[in-house]
């Protein structure tokens, strides 16, 4: 009988700020060389996925900056909160 496969856990949008904080919090208490060594990959990929939620788009190797780098579908004018 076949394996059957396990339920991919999905990230919540909290764990996920909680991981992405966490490492800034190592790089902005260490510095960038002593920060990064002591981050996980977790929180990196946090990072990450955090990024391109706020619209953030990739640079693939070998491409060049496309402008915007930042895309929205925010319909009205941003406000100071």
Same mark, same amino acid.
């Not at 790089?27 to 990064?36: E, F, M």
């Not at 977790?42 to 990450?48: C, D, K, P, Q, V």
């Given at each position: 009988m076949a394996k059957q496969a396990e339920p991919i856990l999905r990230l919540t949008n #909290?764990?996920?700020m909680q991981r992405a904080a966490a490492a800034l %919090?190592? =790089?902005?208490?260490?510095? =960038? !060389?002593? %920060?990064?060594s002591m981050m996980s990959v977790? #929180?990196? #990929?946090?990072?990450?996925m955090l990024l391109t939620q706020m619209g953030l788009t990739p640079i693939y190797p070998g491409e060049t900056l496309k402008?915007?780098?930042?895309?929205?579908?925010?319909?009205?004018? !941003? !406000?100071?909160v």
């Open positions: #909290e764990t996920m %919090g190592k =790089l902005d208490l260490y510095g =960038l !060389q002593r %920060g990064v977790l #929180e990196i #990929e946090s990072m990450a402008t915007p780098v930042f895309t929205t579908t925010r319909n009205k004018d !941003q !406000q100071n």
